[in-house]
C-alpha cells in the first residue's frame, strides 16, 4: 500500500513567485466560483467548465490544471460540510498558495518550478528535506508553496512486515500504553495536562477589555500549546511503532469515533474535567501512530467499538468483569484471579488479544505454542501469566 508523508522548510520567496501565489489564488477561486454557478463538482466537469475560462492569467497551464483540482477539492469537502449539516459560506481562497504536481524538478539539492514560459525558479532545499526525499523507495508526487514555506509531498511503497503478533495501544489523558501479554510499556505523556492547564491560565489572566487582542493572543498560546504537545506525542509515536517494527508486531488501535460526545456538556461531568478530556488530542495521537506505521509497512487493525466493548473492563486472563474500588485509583481487581492489575495495561492487553482474533482470520492460524492465545472468554482462562500484575499482598 503506497504510503504518503510530507516534509516541509522554509524559504524565501521571490517577487515573481509571490506573483504565481497571487494568480493561483485567483484561478483557484475563479474556478470555485465557476463550479458553483453550475453545480459542478466532479474534477471532469470543473475542468470542462472553467479551463476555458483561465486563458486569461498569464501562468504556466500546469498551474491552471492544478487550481481547477484544487477548488474541486474545495467543493467535494463542502458538500460533505453540507450532507452534515454544517452552516457553511461560500469557499473563498484567502491565503496565496502555489500547489502542483506537474513540471517542477529536483536537481542539484534545488526545487525548480516552471513561473513563466521557459523560465525556470530554483529554490534551494534544506538538508532535512533532501536527506527525506533521499530515503530508498521515495518519489517526490507535488510542492505546496506558500509565503513562507515550501512543503513537498512524498510517497513510498514500503515492503510489507511480516508479523507474528499483535500490539494494543490504550490511550488515556496522561500516557499511551503499548502492550500484549509478554510485554507492557507506558509512554508518560502528563507533560501535555501540564502544558493544557498553563495554556488556559495564561489566556484567562488577559485583562484588558479587547476582544480582538484576546483573540490573537489565545490562538498564538493555543498554536504555542499545539506544537507543545504535538512533540511529545511525536516522540512517543515514533518508539511506539519503532518498537513494533523490531519486535514484528502489528499495531491494533480502537475505535475513537464518537469520543467526543462522551465529554459533553449535560453528560453530568464538571466543566474542568470535559474541558480537560477534550482537550487531549486523542486523533492526533492515533494518526501519527497510523501514518507512522503506514510509512514503514506496519500493520495497523482498527477495532471496531463492538470489538472493543469492554476492553478496560474485563479481565484478560479470565474474562471477568474487573472490579474497581476508589483504594486502588487506577488499579482494577479480579475477584476470579484474586489480582490487582493496572488499568491501562488490562485495556492494552486486552485490545492486542482482540486485534490478535482479526488477525488470525487473515492468515495463517498462530498455534499456541507460537506464543498465540485466543480471547479471554470466561470458563477459558489462558495460562499466559501477565508481567507487571502483582499479586496481592
Ligand atoms: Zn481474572
Given at each position: 500500500m503506497l504510503a504518503v508523508k510530507s516534509v516541509w522548510q522554509h524559504y524565501a520567496p521571490a517577487r515573481e513567485v509571490l506573483r504565481l501565489l497571487e494568480l493561483f489564488r485567483r484561478m483557484v477561486n475563479e474556478s470555485l466560483r465557476i463550479g458553483i454557478a453550475n453545480n459542478a463538482l466532479s474534477l471532469r466537469r470543473l475542468s470542462l467548465l472553467s479551463y476555458n475560462q483561465l486563458?486569461?492569467?498569464?501562468?504556466?497551464s500546469y498551474y491552471k490544471l492544478c487550481a481547477i483540482s484544487r477548488a474541486a477539492g474545495i467543493l467535494v469537502a463542502r458538500k460533505k460540510s453540507v450532507r452534515r449539516g454544517y452552516a457553511t459560506r461560500n469557499p473563498y481562497a484567502v491565503r496565496p498558495l502555489l500547489v502542483s504536481c506537474y513540471g517542477f524538478k529536483i536537481r542539484n539539492g534545488l526545487l525548480e518550478i516552471p513561473v513563466a514560459r521557459g523560465q525556470r525558479f530554483a529554490i534551494p532545499l534544506t538538508t532535512h528535506t533532501l536527506h527525506a526525499i533521499a530515503q530508498p523507495g521515495v518519489t517526490v508526487r507535488s510542492f505546496t508553496l506558500t509565503r513562507t514555506r515550501l512543503c513537498l509531498c512524498i510517497t513510498r511503497d514500503p515492503p510489507r512486515i511480516e508479523c507474528a503478533s499483535t500490539i494494543g495501544v490504550d490511550r488515556n489523558l496522561r500516557n499511551l500504553t503499548v502492550g500484549n501479554d509478554n510485554q507492557t510499556q507506558h509512554y508518560d505523556l502528563s507533560k501535555s495536562v501540564r502544558i493544557a492547564n498553563t495554556t488556559v491560565r495564561v489566556v484567562a489572566?488577559?485583562?484588558?477589555?479587547?476582544v480582538r487582542i484576546k483573540t490573537r493572543i489565545a490562538s498564538k498560546y493555543g498554536r504555542r500549546r499545539i506544537s507543545r504537545t504535538d512533540h511529545l506525542l511525536h516522540n512517543a509515536t515514533k518508539t511506539i511503532v519503532a518498537v513494533a517494527v523490531q519486535r514484528r508486531e502489528a499495531i491494533v488501535l480502537e475505535n475513537i469515533e464518537g469520543l467526543r460526545s462522551l465529554y459533553r456538556r449535560g453528560n453530568g461531568q464538571g466543566r474542568k474535567y470535559r474541558g480537560r478530556m477534550n482537550g487531549w488530542s486523542f486523533g492526533e495521537a492515533q494518526r501519527q501512530i497510523e501514518y507512522k506505521a503506514r510509512w514503514t509497512g506496519l500493520q495497523v487493525i482498527r477495532l471496531s467499538r463492538r470489538e472493543t466493548r469492554g476492553s478496560s473492563t474485563t479481565c484478560p486472563r479470565c474474562g471477568e468483569r474487573l472490579q474497581s474500588d476508589k483504594r486502588l485509583k487506577r488499579k482494577l481487581w479480579c475477584s476470579n484471579c484474586r489480582t490487582v492489575m493496572d488499568r491501562d495495561m488490562v485495556a492494552a492487553v486486552n485490545l492486542s488479544r482482540r486485534g490478535r482474533v482479526r488477525f488470525a482470520r487473515s492468515r495463517p492460524p498462530i498455534t499456541e505454542a507460537q506464543g498465540g492465545a485466543g480471547e479471554a472468554m470466561r470458563?477459558?482462562?489462558?495460562p499466559t501469566v501477565i508481567p507487571g500484575v502483582e499479586p496481592r499482598s
Open positions: 486563458a486569461q492569467y498569464d501562468s504556466p489572566s488577559f485583562r484588558r477589555d479587547d470458563g477459558n482462562p489462558t
